[in-house]
Structures are given as structure tokens and as C-alpha cells.
């Protein structure tokens, strides 16, 4: 993981904590209606996209832009936009877009800033659910809920061997348990 200054890191901390407080205003101006769906693969499969996904990525993009002109940004409806800069957005402006589609609020905005490839931040934003989740290392973790920040961390009591995963399979879910695989 790259060294940066803390001041760097609290440019790039504050940035996308206010983006996500900005996704969910975005979302509830703008987007809360109707809106429109077409089908990505045309023909070979189903990959939905909606004029919000669309509309959610330019919003992000003018953000990003604004703040920080010379960085990369990858995003899932518009691409690559390069630059010399070893600084890369990825960009998933709705990821779960079906679930976006039906109504159902697990749908989030997903934004990574990596450096040299690495990441160094990430944002889960649930705009209907008005929480979101940041991390700015493997180690440190936090969810924002009810105006209140928490930080989160893996449970260390838990035995894998006493876990379940969950796996979506198109409109199916498959419950294992380690102990069956």
C-alpha cells in the first residue's frame, strides 16, 4: 500500500465523505422518479442500465473533475477517461442495478481511488438507506449512519467452519455452509 501524507489522505478522506453526502442529495432531487432501462448486451443476456446509472456517473465524474482535473477515472457506462496521473476513480455508479430497478434499496454507488493500481479508498454509499460505508486501508473501516460515524471490523470470535456464504445465481440464491464445501 502506497505512503501518502496524512494531509493527503485527509483531502481524498474529506472529498469522498462529502461525494457520498452529495450522491444521496443527487439521488433524492433528481432521481427519485421515474426513469428509463435498457438492456447493455442486447440480445446475449440481460445487464440492465438505467438513465439514473448513467446520470449517477456523470454527476460523480463532475465531482471528481472539479477537485481533481488531472486523475483517471474508470466507470462502468462511460469508460476510461486517462491521464498521465497514477491516480485512477473506479467508478460503479449503481451496483445493483436490478435491484435498483425492482425497487429494493440494497442497490449502492461504488467509488475506489487507487494509486499506481493500489487501492488506497473506498465508498459503499445507499443513498435510500442513508448510510454509507468508507475505508481508507485494509484495517480501518467505517459505516456512517444516523449522523453518527462507527467504525467497523471483522469479528474475531467467529469460526469460519461455523460461517455461511451466500451466493447470487441469477434470481436464485444458494446458501453454503463451509462445512459443505
Known amino acids: 500500500m502506497p505512503i501518502f501524507k496524512s494531509s493527503d489522505y485527509r483531502t481524498y478522506s474529506r472529498f469522498i465523505e462529502n461525494l457520498a453526502m452529495k450522491l444521496t442529495k443527487f439521488y433524492y432531487l433528481k432521481l427519485n422518479k421515474s426513469f428509463k432501462v435498457s438492456n447493455k448486451l442486447k440480445g446475449r443476456g440481460y445487464d440492465p442500465v438505467t438513465s439514473a446509472d448513467k446520470a449517477f456517473e456523470k454527476f460523480i465524474r463532475k465531482e471528481i473533475n472539479k477537485k481533481f482535473p488531472n486523475h483517471q477515472i474508470i466507470g ?3 469508460g476510461h477517461q486517462k491521464s498521465k496521473s497514477n491516480f485512477t476513480w473506479v467508478v460503479d455508479p449503481i451496483d445493483g442495478t436490478r435491484s435498483f430497478v425492482i425497487g429494493n434499496p440494497s442497490w449502492s454507488n461504488l467509488i475506489s481511488l487507487n494509486y499506481k493500481d493500489e487501492p488506497i479508498l ?14 481508507t486501508s485494509n484495517k480501518n473501516a467505517y459505516i456512517f449512519e444516523n449522523g ?6 471483522v469479528n474475531k470470535k467467529t469460526l469460519l467452519s461455523k ?9 436464485n440464491y444458494l446458501k453454503l455452509s463451509f462445512n459443505q464445501l
Open 122 to 135: 473506498g465508498l459503499a454509499n445507499f443513498p435510500i438507506l442513508k448510510k454509507y460505508y468508507f475505508n
Open 76 to 78: 462502468e457506462e462511460f
Open 148 to 153: 453518527k460515524k462507527r467504525k467497523i471490523k
Open 163 to 171: 460461517s455461511s456464504i451466500f451466493i447470487k445465481i441469477v434470481d
